[in-house]
């Protein structure tokens, strides 16, 4: 095996590790809210992820000009560290169980590393996966991307193999363990600094470019709703909470199915027209569940809502990492700041909106127009062609 398929292996494998990591604490969150564990109220597990978002926002803006100065392997190595710090603390915390008085700050911090670390790895991995498919940018991002969300759904699945609640700890343990060992890998890899992550003495940030930050921070509105409300949003419809979640389940499942084709398929097809009517399709099957909302289609419309959304966000890092090669890294940077924004603020205003059901959906429709009219008007004369 050569070097470059070893260094694609761990590096890919860092990106599902990072989606691990990432959702140790929501994955955490019956123990955290266990009377006899940690006893957190559902107002303090809520404010709990505040300090990740601003982390993360904060990390992946800075992220571009650390690994300007610095380089990849410094930037993802340091990432890497802050969440084995915050995991290692938070296994550590088994220890300290009973002194409840203070677990709340503690925690508070150990998610601001988790979110400092995740941002700072993330967007430094969005390039360094690019740097290696030299002519297959966007799909290296693609797949990447669909590996990260693998992780996320398997910090939850390693708390339910673990059964009782009070064994907790082996989660953030087993997680810290892999993590260590493929990072140990990482460090004796050569990672060339390159061209590829270099910024320019003096740059300005193209109009472009705000383009497809405005239409990632709306894209990302759009996720938070259906990540973090989309179960409520299927109850509203008429389903139990079984099925509620199941619905959930097949959002994410569409998502990541859709990233991992994308990313395959881009290979031999072009496939720049079905990205630029991805949005369009997510309207029109919003609008769909808004004014037809049969009980017997809602599973099939969370899927396929999940399927064409899958490519937008991944796919416009991959669009602007061939539209702007002289800046590749800062775009991984400032769409990745993007769509925590939009997640970050839409989980923390929807909570009061959350009998207006009707209402949230006419908006993510009016969302999803909004997106489609920016990629049609970034396409004139742009190299999306390339991209996809």
Same mark, same amino acid.
């Given at each position: 095996m050569n070097v470059k398929r070893i260094t694609i292996i761990v590096i890919f494998l860092l990106a599902f590790l990072t989606g691990v990591n990432f959702v140790i604490f929501p994955a955490l969150g019956t123990a955290f809210t266990d009377p006899s564990l940690f006893a957190l109220s559902s107002s303090q597990f809520g404010n709990l992820f505040i300090p990740q978002v601003i982390c993360i926002i904060i990390s992946c803006l800075a992220a571009p000009f650390l690994v300007n100065k610095w380089g990849p392997k410094i930037i993802l190595t340091f990432g890497v560290l802050l969440m084995l710090i915050s995991t290692g603390s938070l296994w550590i915390l088994h220890y300290f169980i009973e002194a409840k008085s203070s677990l709340f700050s503690l925690l508070m911090i150990m998610v601001a590393f988790t979110g400092t670390g995740f941002g700072l790895s993330i967007t430094t991995l969005n390039p360094l996966a690019a740097s290696l498919f030299e002519k297959e940018n966007s799909s290296a991002i693609l797949i990447l991307q669909f590996l990260v969300g693998l992780g996320?759904?398997?910090?939850?699945?390693?708390m339910n193999l673990i059964g009782d609640v009070k064994n907790w700890m082996y989660v953030p343990g087993s997680i810290f363990i892999a993590v260590s060992a493929v990072l140990m890998a990482f460090l004796f890899l050569k990672i060339e600094k390159g061209t590829f992550f270099n910024l320019p003495a003096h740059f300005k940030i193209s109009d472009k470019l705000w383009i497809f930050f405005i239409a990632i921070i709306l894209y990302g509105c759009i996720e938070g709703t259906f990540g973090s409300f989309g179960g409520i949003i299927?109850?509203?419809?008429?389903?139990?909470?079984?099925?509620?979640?199941?619905? &959930?389940?097949?959002?994410?499942?569409? *998502?990541?199915?859709?990233? &991992?084709? /994308?990313? !395959?398929?881009?290979?031999?097809?072009?496939?720049?027209?079905?990205?630029? @009517?991805?949005?369009?399709? *997510?309207?029109?099957?919003?609008?769909?569940?808004?004014?037809?909302?049969?009980?017997?289609?809602?599973?099939?419309?969370?899927? %396929?809502?999940?399927?064409?959304?899958?490519?937008? /966000?991944?796919?416009?890092?991959?669009?602007?990492?061939?539209?702007?090669?002289?800046?590749?890294?800062? @775009?991984?940077?400032? %769409?990745?700041?993007?769509?925590?924004?939009?997640?970050?603020? @839409?989980?923390?205003?929807?909570?009061?909106?959350?009998?207006?059901?009707?209402?949230? %959906?006419? !908006?993510?429709?009016?969302?999803? &127009? @909004?997106?489609?009219?920016?990629?049609?008007?970034?396409?004139?004369?742009?190299? !999306?062609?390339?991209?996809?």
């Open positions: 996320t759904s398997t910090s939850p699945l390693l299927l109850k509203n419809k008429g389903l139990d909470n079984n099925a509620a979640n199941l619905g &959930l389940s097949l959002f994410w499942g569409g *998502v990541a199915l859709n990233r &991992l084709l /994308f990313g !395959i398929l881009s290979k031999r097809w072009n496939l720049s027209s079905f990205f630029l @009517v991805s949005p369009l399709c *997510v309207g029109i099957l919003l609008f769909i569940l808004l004014v037809y909302p049969n009980i017997n289609i809602l599973l099939l419309m969370m899927f %396929l809502i999940g399927f064409f959304m899958g490519s937008i /966000f991944p796919g416009s890092i991959g669009w602007g990492t061939i539209e702007f090669p002289a800046y590749s890294v800062l @775009v991984s940077g400032f %769409l990745m700041a993007a769509n925590q924004i939009g997640t970050g603020t @839409v989980t923390n205003i929807l909570g009061h909106f959350s009998n207006h059901i009707s209402f949230i %959906l006419g !908006i993510l429709i009016l969302l999803m &127009l @909004v997106i489609s009219a920016l990629f049609f008007y970034l396409k004139r004369g742009s190299k !999306i062609k390339d991209a996809f």
